[in-house]
C-alpha cells in the first residue's frame, strides 16, 4: 500500500507523502502478488483520498500485476540461474517509455530459487546493473522472517540474508504499532499504523522526529468499493494545547513545595509528574497521559524551566532526585 502510495506521488510530483512538489516522472509499478483488478482498485482509492485526477497519471504511472505471467521471474533454479530474456525485455520497455523509476513489490514472488545469501547477491547485483544501464531508481519490496512477540523487528531481519541489503543504496524497514505504542498514543486500534525507519533509527522510540508514520484508512471509491489505503499521521504532540503560562503555572507549583520537592522518579508517590497532572488537568492514571506528561517533564527539564537536584532523604539516609523551579520561566519578558 505504501509503495502504491509513493508511485503516485512520484509519478504526479503533488507531494502527498514527502509535501513538496516536483516534475512528474514516469514509474513502472509491479506487484507479483496481486491481480490486477486489486491495483486499479488500490489505485482508485489513493487517488480519490488525495483527490488526484485520474488524468494526472495518464502516462506517468504503470501498475501492472504479474500474476498472470508465469515468464516473469527474475533469478531461479538451485543455482540461481538469471534470467536474461527478461532482463533484456525490462530495459527495452524502460527505455522505450522513458521510466525514471521501477518498483517490484515483493520480491519474494519474483524468484524461484532458495532464499539464500548467494541467490540474493546475484539478483541484487543484476538488478543493481539494470538500474544503472537504464538510468532508473529502483525500489525493492521484501519481507522480513516471522518475528516472535513482542520483538522489533530490524533491518536484518529481512528474509535470505544481509547480502540484498549490502547491495542497496538505501534500506527501510516498516514496523507495525504495538500494542502498548497504541495505548501510549492514546489510538483506537493500533493495527492501523506504522512506522517507516532506515536501518539506524529503528529502535528510535516511536515519538521520535526520525520515525515517519502512517495510518491504514478506509477510502470509497467511485465504484462504492471499500479500498485501504495509506496516509501520513503524526505521533500525537505532547504539548498541544499547552501554552507558556500553562508551562509557568508549572513552574510555580513546584516552586510551592521547595521544602518538600516532589520526586523525579515516577515510581515515586511524590512523583513531580503528579503536579503537572493537576496543574494542567491530564490524568495521571491513563497511559497516554502518563505518557505525555513524562515528555513534558523531561523537555522543561532539559530547558531549565525545572532542575533537578540530590537531596538527603530522611527515610533511607541516601539521597534521591527531586525536581525544583528552575531558572527559565517561559513567561518572563526576556523569553520573548
Do not use: C
Not at 48 to 65: E, P
Not at 147 to 169: E, F, K, N, P
Amino acid at each position: 500500500m505504501l509503495a502504491l502510495a509513493e508511485a503516485i506521488d512520484i509519478a504526479t510530483g503533488k507531494g502527498i507523502l514527502t509535501n513538496y512538489n516536483r516534475e512528474p516522472l514516469r514509474v513502472l509499478y509491479y506487484n507479483a502478488e496481486d491481480d490486477q483488478d486489486v491495483l486499479n482498485a488500490r489505485v482508485s482509492a489513493l487517488l480519490t483520498h488525495y483527490q488526484i485526477d485520474q488524468a494526472d497519471i495518464v502516462g506517468n504511472l504503470y501498475a501492472v500485476s504479474g500474476i498472470t505471467h508465469d515468464d516473469f521471474w527474475l533469478i531461479g533454479g538451485q543455482d540461481g540461474i538469471i534470467n536474461e530474456t527478461l532482463f533484456a525485455q525490462l530495459e527495452t520497455f524502460i527505455t522505450n517509455n522513458k521510466i525514471d523509476v521501477v518498483i517490484f513489490d515483493p520480491l519474494q514472488d519474483l524468484s524461484r530459487s532458495p532464499e539464500t545469501n548467494e541467490i540474493f547477491r546475484a539478483i541484487g547485483q543484476r538488478i543493481r546493473l539494470m538500474a544503472k544501464n537504464t538510468q532508473t531508481a529502483l525500489h525493492l519490496v521484501h519481507h522480513t522472517r516471522k518475528i516472535q512477540q513482542g520483538v522489533t523487528a530490524s533491518i536484518d531481519d529481512a528474509r535470505g540474508g544481509s547480502a540484498l541489503r549490502g547491495t542497496s543504496r538505501f534500506n527501510r524497514i516498516l514496523i507495525s504499532m504495538s500494542e502498548d505504542e497504541g495505548v501510549k498514543a492514546g489510538i483506537e486500534n493500533h493495527r492501523f499504523y506504522f512506522r517507516i525507519a532506515d536501518a539506524e533509527s529503528n529502535l528510535a522510540p516511536p515519538s521520535a522526529s526520525v520515525n515517519q508514520w502512517f495510518e491504514k484508512v478506509s477510502v470509497i471509491t467511485p465504484s462504492g468499493q471499500a479500498v485501504g489505503a495509506v496516509t501520513k499521521w503524526q505521533w500525537p504532540d505532547a504539548f498541544d494545547g499547552i501554552s507558556k503560562q500553562d508551562a509557568s503555572d508549572v513552574r510555580t507549583a513546584i516552586a510551592a513545595m521547595a521544602a518538600n520537592p516532589p520526586a523525579q522518579s515516577a515510581r515515586s508517590q511524590s512523583w513531580a509528574g503528579y503536579i503537572i497532572a493537576e496543574t494542567l488537568n491530564i490524568d495521571p492514571d491513563d497511559e497516554a497521559g502518563k505518557q505525555r506528561i513524562k515528555e513534558m517533564l523531561n523537555y522543561w527539564i532539559k530547558t531549565d524551566v525545572l532542575i533537578v537536584e540530590e537531596r538527603p532523604d530522611s527515610r533511607n539516609g541516601r539521597t534521591k532526585k527531586v525536581v525544583i523551579a528552575g531558572p527559565n520561566n517561559p513567561n518572563s519578558v526576556s523569553q520573548g
